[in-house]
């Protein structure tokens, strides 16, 4: 019979207490996974995989351990428990670890209202198959398209409790379920590719089959007839498929952890403007139906709506209570963690305050420069914010797109690019990092 999560976690911490561990913290995960393949019409490849997984900490003093394991035996957890506190007694002290203190601890566990799960039945192979059938059928419909890559299709469904021995036990179930298709045009040397994918938290939202295939076709039929473009100085507007990047390095520096080792290009940047003024971006963990959100973060604190910046001006950092202590400052109540990792500091849902403008207007507006569609590999320097990304996408002549560009390279600086970023009115909401496609007046392209 099937241990209730909820007892594996209990029984953990006993097992803990009972291997002489002073605090202690647990997390058990049960999940199913479901991905399906399709080429030429026929089924590919299809995978199911179902588990538990089981992770404790311990605390010895201010010494720590963590031991995770996919056995949940009862000699198993005593063993695990054993082999962390031996563990922890050779570590070296922590100043900063431990538990949260029970006052601190999240109140409000019910999660019904954040809509998590889907409660419709798991989708069979068959259904997933016709999905990825659907979409690579429509992507071939479309007249230049030589072949599919790739038409995949994907369910998921996790059950997650954590309990500490400071008194919290929570937990809650999510579900997913996502498309996608890659799409070829052309022949030979001048073939390109593009893709596009939708990824829900219930079936109902899921974009239908078709139309990703046909997106998937048009946007890699854009790419023909590529060419490198001019070197200099020249507006850059990111396709809000990309514009999230952005924002991305922004979070990642001033995440805790980047910010107690110094290693960060915003490290003295509290309490200044780093987005143009009327800009916000703001932190919301409790948006129904979106990846990124929960009630109570991995250090069981309650998780609240946030300013990060407010009116161009950064408020705060990005903390849990380890990074939080070690900087004189409260959690912000934003610690992730797995079975086999402990708690690090990470961003929930977060929105950037969009604009006024259509990304036609921004591509009107701008003159001649490239607008970005797709980037690969990258030298970010996160101690200065130097950017260099390769880059191709479309370029623009005279506020009109004209041809298609690749093998180019563009390069910045990460505070100068978010300073000066003009910001479109096209992001799509439903993602858990809500930004639209963003304008960067000045940039170094280099082609030709």
Sequence with gaps: MTQALDALAAQMLNAAKAAGADAADAMAVRGTSLSVDVRAGKLEE??????????????????TAIVSSSDTTSRTLSEMAERAVAMAREAPENPYAGLADPAQLARDRDVEALELFDPSDEPAPAYLQEDAAQAEAAALEVQGISQVQSASAGYGARDIFIAGSNGFAGGYRRTDRGLSCVAIAGTGTGMERDYDGDSRIFQSDLRSAAEIGRTAAERALARLDARKPPTGAFPVLFDERIASSLIGHLLGAINGSAITRGASFLRDAMGTQVLPKG????????????????????????????????????????????????????????????????????SWNTALTQGTASRADLIRDMGTGLLVTSMIGSTINQNTGDYSRGAAGLWVENGEITHTINECTIAGNLRDMLLAMIPANDARTHLSRVVPSLLVPGMTIAGS
């Design 46 to 63: 299809a995978q199911r995989e179902e588990g538990t997984d089981i992770g404790l900490r311990v605390f010895v003093g201010q010494r």
């Design 279 to 346: 800009l916000s971006l703001l932190e919301d963990p409790h948006r129904p139906r979106i990846g990124g959100s929960r009630l109570f973060d991995a250090e069981f604190l309650p998780t609240a709506k946030r300013a990060v910046v407010e009116d161009g001006i950064l408020q705060g950092w990005t903390l849990d209570l380890a990074t939080g202590r070690q900087l004189g400052l409260p959690s912000t109540a934003n610690a992730a963690r797995g079975t086999s990792s402990g708690p690090s500091p990470a």
